[in-house]
Nanobody
Framework: QVQLRESGGGLVQPGGSLRLSCTAS????????MGWYRQAPGKQRELVAA???????NYADLVKGRFTISRDNAKNTVYLQMNNLKPEDTAVYYC?????????????WGQGTQVTVSS
C-alpha cells in the first residue's frame, strides 16, 4: 500500500518562510507528476504547484515568484519552499502524486499539513 507523508507545516509570521516535504513509501513502481494543493476554510482545494518527473514545473499565479517546488526522485520526495508568506497563504497543504503501484496509475494524497501565516 502506498502512503504519502507530509511534514514542515506550522505557524509563521508574514514575510517568513517554510519548507514542506512529502515522501512516498510502499509499493511504488514509478512516480510521475507530484504536486501540492491547498484548502483554506470555506474554499475549494486548489493547485499550488506541480512538477513532472523530469522537472517541468507549474505554479498558481498567486504563488509565482514566492514558492518553489522541487523533487528528489531517488528519495520519492517532493518539496515546497515557501518564501514571503502572506496571511492568505494560510491553509491545509496536501501532497499529491501520480503513482504506478503495480496495478496501475493512481492519484494518491497525503493527510495534509497546516500552514498558518499570522502575526
Amino acid at each position: 500500500q502506498v502512503q504519502l507523508r507530509e511534514s514542515g507545516g506550522g505557524l509563521v509570521q508574514p514575510g517568513g518562510s517554510l519548507r514542506l516535504s512529502c515522501t512516498a513509501s510502499g509499493r511504488i513502481f514509478f512516480i510521475d507528476a507530484m504536486g501540492w494543493y491547498r484548502q483554506a476554510p470555506g474554499k475549494q482545494r486548489e493547485l499550488v504547484a506541480a512538477i513532472t518527473r523530469v522537472g517541468s514545473t507549474n505554479y498558481a499565479d498567486l504563488v509565482k515568484g514566492r514558492f518553489t517546488i522541487s523533487r528528489d526522485n531517488a528519495k520519492n520526495t517532493v518539496y515546497l519552499q515557501m518564501n514571503n508568506l502572506k496571511p492568505e497563504d494560510t491553509a491545509v497543504y496536501y501532497c499529491n502524486a501520480d503513482i504506478h503501484d503495480g496495478l496501475g496509475n493512481r492519484a494518491y494524497w497525503g493527510q495534509g499539513t497546516q500552514v498558518t501565516v499570522s502575526s
